[in-house]
């Protein structure tokens, strides 16, 4: 499937997406189980739930532009040790020393809910874990990219990196969402990619934005804030894991996402705003395996025109 992929990414054209190598690329089209099959080089995440429902596919044709499956976070937490809900990586030892890295993911809050944020309990500061390498948030090491939620400033996103001797934060655009709201985010599916490279002079932090109709485009540049960060750093094993919708083991500063998650992606790249464009419009592409398909039945039909 990983080759398939990768074929597949070469004939429509979005090679400058193969150079990188993938770490992590969940589409979450398993449809029912509690393995997210991953088709980067890391190992499958598992679908886990600790005192509260685990996550839950949303069924076919309900993920990123009505193409597979998603994930729905259906009971926000604020966070508490071992209350959390995720998709858990065992192993983060891949996201360790990166001196450049992609995350991106589609993602989609729950009406019923403020910024993927509870409403009943909406803390200043707040923050919904969309990705995380680390439980502790405040530890000099790792990555914790998500959601904050500010009453001065309304909602952000919320990024810390550390190098295992540093780290520093920000949090980046309060335009969340793309039809140009500042209060609230947008309920349809929004498209988001954080890219570190150590080797920029500034700005080595940079969060974009798009969704399926619209192209990606900056929204934050870090300034500098993470200057001094040489890279990821390496974990304390003892907190060793990768944890997507919530803090790892519901560390106490975090809390899960309420909403659905979809196409996860993780690379040691940091890709540039045309590379980023080329992976959010491959959200509405079908799965290697569906797309031939399609190709062998219009093949077919083209060649039965022509016997004609």
Known sequence: MKRNHALLLSILGISSLLTADVLIDM?????????????????????????????????SGTGVGGVGDALTWTSEQTGRANFFQSVDIADNSGTNNLSAWTFAVWWKSDGTFDNGLNDSNPLNGDRATLFATVSDHSSDAGIHIGLNNSFSTGPQ????????????????????????????FDDDWNFLAVTFDHSLGTDKVRIYKGDLNTGVSSMFLSSGAFDAITGTGV????????????????????????????????????????????????AAIPEPSTLLLSLSACMAWLFYKRRR
């Open 27 to 59: 589409r979450f089209n398993e449809g029912s189980g509690n393995t997210a099959l991953n088709q980067g080089s890391l190992a499958n995440g598992t679908i886990v739930g600790s005192n509260r429902p685990a996550p839950a596919y949303t069924g």
């Open 157 to 184: 996103y919320y990024i810390r990196m550390g190098d295992g001797s540093n780290s520093a934060a920000a949090f980046g655009g309060t335009d969340m969402n793309v039809s140009g709201r500042s209060t609230a």
């Open 235 to 282: 974990a304390n094993p003892a907190l060793a894991g990768i944890s997507i919708g919530d803090g790892l083991g519901g560390f106490a500063a975090e809390s899960s996402f309420y909403g659905e998650l979809d196409n996860v992606y993780f690379a040691d790249e940091a890709l540039d705003v045309s590379a980023l464009d080329q992976l959010r419009a491959s």
